[in-house]
């Protein structure tokens, strides 16, 4: 069974003000930054095979912080595949059968694959999901199913 994780990278301040970002590389603010280590407590208590991320910095960041609190380092691979509305669900299933992948990406390709996988019922135009959230996906017997998503129960946490 293929495992896919699926990360919104933490906030910038265009996030906070409510200003759409699209391929501008912005990076995060400090409350992002804070998001994404909450994000790699949460996600060290499972084994990654990889982690892919968007190119775009915001994404580049959050992974690099997760990555730091891994038990082990995770590979990264970066794809274009995953800036906004691109992406490659496909290529993560043919170069990762039967591993634990975590997609560190934005917004628009999360809501995108969760309509999809869903048809419809939530995701885009339907689903606003929260900067740091997980969401999880899985493939088994020929399809992709929803585990969970927009969760943000790590993000309550003062631990870091």
Sequence with gaps: MTVLCLVRHGETE???TGKLQGRENIDLNKNGKQQAGKCGLYLRENRWDVIISSPLSRAKQTTEIINQYMLALVEIIEMENFIERDFGLNIILKKHTN???????HSAV???ILALISNNEIGSGK???FTACIS??????????IREYNKIDHLQTDNQ
């Excluded at 591993?99 to 990406?105: A, E, G, Q, Y």
């Design 14 to 16: 265009w996030n906070a």
């Design 99 to 105: 591993s634990n992948v975590i997609l560190v990406t």
């Design 110 to 112: 999360i809501n995108t």
């Design 127 to 129: 689903t606003k999901l």
């Design 136 to 145: 999880s996906i899985y493939y088994d017997q020929e399809q992709w199913k």
